[in-house]
């Protein structure tokens, strides 16, 4: 007998869901043990033109209804946003059903009430789209490296972010003249803030945490900055001094392993990174964990297609599972570590600092510093005369005492302005 399949949503992801379901259909059926039928296609508009051969009769505006019908069986939700998706995916699971999502924004925001829905019910819960879009990521956090301890998630997570940084990087171009490309050959949304400034990273930084700790964490929860401040500046700078600046999403443990920090910003990383290397949309994730040691995930982070080579996956998995009469894995959050505020976060700095031309500035300067506890690595001067500027790079030391150091600096008389301050990650630390 077939596995019916409702599916919410036709677009860029959801179209595509559809193509490979018909593409594939013996080889997805073989896979799982039963063919797959599309049972319902909810969507907003009856009467778009649609990329996918969907036969007219299964499309509905009545997602409700569709969801809630006896005779489906795995429910694929791809709207996306957080209403009416929750409402959907709860009513499915309500009615028994099992339930593939591609929604970052909502797992972020609420996904206690998704998962204890899906506990309550006995019904299955796969996401595997919802980060990194076709590169297996879920999966090996939750499974392959369920026997292991996981120190730190370190990723570009974002597509549209990291292009636009390559392009900056690669051609010396300003970000609003990177973000234009970015936009014209649809890299970028027309409103392109969920990505520029850093919200669609965090969402999926909040939801990689919590697998890799075992713990509950939110979008609240992560400590959020954008690129929109990066100017072609920070970018020469960075690259005269062999670094590259990313986009990153850091889930790291604390020293005792009894907390851990969750964060989103730009930060310049070595050429030599294996993360440096990453171009254009790409995604990329490393993982390091005490056994397996560092494992690196890369491939096309977004885009119909990939997404929905991972919505496929997960529908085949709940397909098997349905079969079995077995579930997937719950959400574990047995750990229940505390998230640390961002002033305890541990990480070198480079600071750029327009300064007067004057004898004994570099000593006072150094004092500041010294002050706050953070010892400086390198110092080096970049131009001549009033256009001078001091560009030190530090050990590593707390956010709270990098900020105080920046307060102190910014009163001080011969700093005319801190130019720029940017995280520096991805080497050992010193
Ligand atoms: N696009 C990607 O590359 C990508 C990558 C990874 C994850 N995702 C995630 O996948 C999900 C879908 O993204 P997408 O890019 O495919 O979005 P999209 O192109 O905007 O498609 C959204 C679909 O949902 C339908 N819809 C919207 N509101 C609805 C409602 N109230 N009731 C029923 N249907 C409704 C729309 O119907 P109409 O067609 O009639 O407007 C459309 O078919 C999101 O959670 C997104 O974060 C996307």
Redesign the pocket.
């Known amino acids: 007998m077939a596995l019916k399949v409702a599916l ?8 595509q869901v559809i193509r490979l379901i018909h593409e594939q259909a013996d080889d997805l059926a073989a896979r799982i043990g039963a063919p797959l039928e599309i049972a319902g296609v ?5 009467g ?1 033109r ?1 990329d996918t051969d969907v036969d007219p009769a299964l499309l509905t ?1 009545d ?1 409700e209804a569709l969801v809630t019908r006896d005779d489906v069986d795995i429910v694929v ?5 957080i209403e ?2 929750r409402s ?1 995916i709860l009513a499915a699971m309500n009615s028994g059903k099992s339930v593939v ?6 797992l972020a925001e609420d996904g206690a009430t998704i998962h204890a829905a899906a506990r309550a019910n006995n019904a299955d819960l796969y996401f595997e ?2 980060v990194a ?1 076709a590169i297996p990521l879920i999966r090996p956090l939750r499974e392959s490296l369920a026997g292991d301890h996981v120190h730190q998630v370190l990723g570009i997570v974002n597509g549209t972010t990291n292009y636009i940084l390559d392009k900056m990087d690669s051609s010396g171009a300003s970000f609003s003249d990177a973000l234009e490309e970015a936009q014209a050959l649809g890299y970028a949304e027309a409103d392109p803030t969920a990505d520029v400034e850093g919200f ?1 990273a965090a969402a999926k930084a909040a939801i990689l945490a919590g697998i890799a700790f075992h713990s509950r964490v939110t979008a609240a929860d992560v400590h959020r900055e954008g690129i929109t401040e990066i100017t072609a500046t920070d970018v020469a700078s960075a690259k005269a001094m062999g670094y590259v600046i990313k986009l990153l999403a850091i889930c790291s443990r604390s020293e005792d392993g009894r907390s851990f920090g969750v964060r989103v910003h730009p930060a310049m990383i070595p050429r030599t990174h294996p993360l440096a290397g990453v171009r254009e949309a790409y995604n990329a994730v490393f993982v390091e964990a005490r056994s397996a040691g560092q494992l690196m995930f890369y491939g096309a ?4 297609a ?2 929905a080579s ?1 919505v496929l996956g997960d529908i085949v998995a709940v397909g098997r599972n349905l079969l079995a009469g077995t579930r997937g894995p719950e959400e574990s959050t047995y750990a229940d570590l505390s998230v640390h505020p961002m002033g305890e976060t541990v990480t070198r700095y480079h600071v750029s600092l327009d300064v007067a031309d004057k004898p004994g500035v570099l000593a006072r300067v150094a004092d500041m510093f010294a002050k706050q506890d953070v010892s400086i690595q390198t110092v080096r001067q970049e131009g001549h005369g009033d256009d001078a500027q001091l560009v030190l790079v530090t050990h590593r030391a707390t956010d709270a005492a990098l900020s105080a150091t920046i307060e102190g600096l910014r009163e001080m008389d011969i700093v005319r302005d801190v130019v720029s301050v940017m995280r520096v990650e991805g080497e050992d630390a010193s």
């Open positions: 919410l949503g036709c677009g860029v992801v959801g179209s909810a969507v907003r508009r009856l778009r649609r505006t997602a939700e791809v709207i996306g946003g009416p998706a959907l999502t591609a929604n970052k924004a909502l789209a919802a879009g669609d982070g977004a885009g119909g990939p997404t991972a």
